[in-house]
């Protein structure tokens, strides 16, 4: 599983798209989340841009930081 990710500090932006409606970026490479169809599957999907899945989860990781709703 590739928990790495949720080790860095990320400061994510409201895209205004619903299927991928956060990204971000990080040392030059381009960061996603993708909503899933919850409860089915896992709540949300780290992407590398939008065509890589990294890993699913439900729980936003606590060093993420969403932008203000």
Not at 20 to 25: F, G, H, W
Not at 49 to 60: A, L, T
Request: glycine content about 2%; cysteine-free; overall charge negative.
């Amino acid at each position: 599983m590739n928990t790495i990710y949720f080790s860095l500090s990320l400061k994510w932006q409201n895209t205004g798209d619903a299927v991928y409606p956060l990204r971000t970026e990080h040392e030059s490479i381009e960061y996603w989340i993708r909503i899933n169809d919850f409860p089915e599957e896992k709540l949300y999907t780290l992407m590398i841009g939008k065509s890589e899945e990294v890993i699913s989860f439900n729980d936003w990781p606590p060093l993420w930081i969403r932008p203000n709703r």
